[in-house]
């Protein structure tokens, strides 16, 4: 598989394992789990994560486990019709303020597409989209997104995390860097594993 192919499946994982439905299929899906947090150690596939929460968790890496990087992009690099992952939340206007970006490769476009419930923060929201207009304001953008099903505004104020997907591998998981694996499968015995992992890269940390 090219890489192209691997940042395909990885962004497809990542949108899939982050959308929340609702119904019987979901039900009869693995239970999995969304992890964020920085590596405490890497000792051959077992990567352990002292997440956001603060305990450190241990998740069992597939023998074929898909790294990828996340980098940050300039603020530029959202442009009419590019396809993005927002997370977002209302203010005490009603609007939506982004919390960060994705800009997704090409590749990925129509991954995840919709407007879902997120937990990056209580009350949060994830839009998967392509861009409209972008509308420069004194205090950022606004964007119009359109998806299948309907269509949001997002302020994105300046200073906001912009990232997108690179080419990784094991190398990145270092003692500090942060990760965020978007669907850890968890066992009945609720030991954590995983053939995906995102890793922070530039001193990024993947915002997500």
């Known amino acids: 598989m090219n890489k ?20 019987a299929a979901q039900a009869q ?12 150690a890497l000792d051959g596939n077992a990567l352990m994560v002292k997440t956001r929460e ?40 009603g609007a939506l303020r982004a919390i960060e970006v994705l800009v997704f490769p090409e590749a990925a476009r129509g991954s995840g597409e919709g407007h879902n419930p997120w937990d990056l923060q209580p009350d949060s929201m994830m839009t998967n989209a392509t861009v ?16 299948k099903d309907g269509k949001q505004t997002i302020l994105v104020p300046d200073g906001v995390p912009v990232v997108t997907f690179s080419p990784g591998d094991k190398a ?27 890793a922070g890269k530039g001193g990024v940390n993947p915002p997500m």
Not at 184 to 193: C, F, N, R, T
Request: proline share 4%; net charge positive.
């Open 29 to 40: 899906q693995p239970a999995t789990k969304r992890v964020r947090g920085t590596v405490e």
């Open 172 to 198: 990145l998981l270092t003692k500090g860097v942060g990760v965020f694996i978007g669907g850890a499968q968890v066992a009945a015995d609720g030991s954590l594993s995983t053939g995906r992992v995102l």
């Open 132 to 147: 409209g207009t972008v509308t420069p304001g004194a205090n950022g953008r606004s964007l119009e997104l359109t998806y």
């Open 54 to 93: 603060g305990p450190v968790v241990k998740i069992t890496l597939a023998d074929n486990v898909v790294v990828m990087g996340i980098t940050a992009v300039p603020v530029a690099d959202i442009k009419p019709n590019s396809y993005v992952g927002i997370a977002s939340k209302k203010g005490a206007d």
């Open 4 to 23: 192209t192919r691997f940042i395909v499946a990885a962004i497809t994982a990542l949108c899939l394992a982050g959308v929340a439905t609702l119904g």
